[in-house]
């Protein structure tokens, strides 16, 4: 079965400090990864995608992820944060190519500190 | 303007009383789920649909039920609410083939 961890509820960083979110996934066939954004109030946005094309990801609003299949890992980061950038990220991961059936890590909520 | 429909956004209900999140979606998209979210625990599937009248459980499906009698409307049915369903609602959408979903604003449901 699929699964879909995400290290640390809560990151704090900096105004302007690199952003790094981390994920790390199960999945018995080669996965399709999300990375989704919910920022206060609102649904969930997709940030950026893998589905098996390059390794690293570029997704909107200057955030990156790339994916490291010796470490199952899909992390996410973005070089210099800006106070818009608070929200909570959610990692996921589908066996399918079709996104019917994801399974989402905990979450992290993003703190910028001014 | 694409988007997913949810209503009602806010609902308190009381233990017991039947009630259905509506969801609606103008993609014409194939797919559509079900997720509730709770704190620490991230969006969980309650049920999902691939077409008209094919529905099958996700990982939480106990206590609600769905039905997909047209391909843009997939209502979330509570029959008989608990307290412990309390809880944010997102109803999603995606076409199939596709690697995206598209999630509704959410439906935060009490239930006292």
């Known amino acids: 079965a699929q699964s879909v961890t995400q290290l640390g509820s809560h990151v704090s960083v900096s105004e302007g400090a690199l952003v790094l979110l981390r994920c790390n996934y199960s999945?018995?066939?080669?996965?399709?990864l999300f990375w989704y954004v919910q920022y206060p109030n609102q649904g969930l946005q997709l940030l950026l995608k893998?589905?098996?094309?390059?390794?690293l990801v570029k997704g909107i609003n200057g955030f990156e992820a790339e994916f490291k299949k010796s470490e199952t890992s899909f992390h996410l980061t973005k070089p210099s944060a800006h106070m818009s950038d608070a929200a909570e990220f959610f990692c996921?991961?589908?066996?399918?190519?079709?996104?019917?059936?994801?399974?989402f890590g905990q979450g992290t909520r993003l703190t910028i500190n001014p | 303007e694409a988007q997913v429909t949810q209503n009602p956004r806010y609902l308190i209900t009381v233990t017991g009383k039947k009630l259905t999140v509506t969801c609606s979606q103008n993609?014409?998209?194939?797919?559509m789920s079900w997720y509730r979210q709770d704190p620490g625990l991230g969006l969980r599937q309650i049920y999902y649909?691939?077409?008209?009248?094919?529905?099958d459980k996700g990982d939480v499906p106990e206590g609600y039920k769905v039905s997909r009698k047209e391909k843009r409307n997939f209502p979330l049915i509570l029959e008989s609410p608990s307290p412990n369903q309390t809880s944010l609602y997102f109803c999603?959408?995606?076409?199939?083939?596709?690697?995206?979903?598209?999630f509704g604003q959410g439906t935060r449901l009490t239930v006292v």
């Open positions: 999603a959408s995606s076409s199939r083939g596709e690697t995206e979903a598209f």
């Open positions: 999945s018995s066939v080669p996965p399709y």
């Open positions: 893998y589905t098996s094309a390059a390794t």
């Open positions: 996921a991961v589908s066996e399918a190519q079709g996104a019917q059936k994801l399974v």
């Open positions: 993609m014409n998209h194939e797919y």
């Open positions: 649909s691939m077409n008209v009248e094919v529905t």
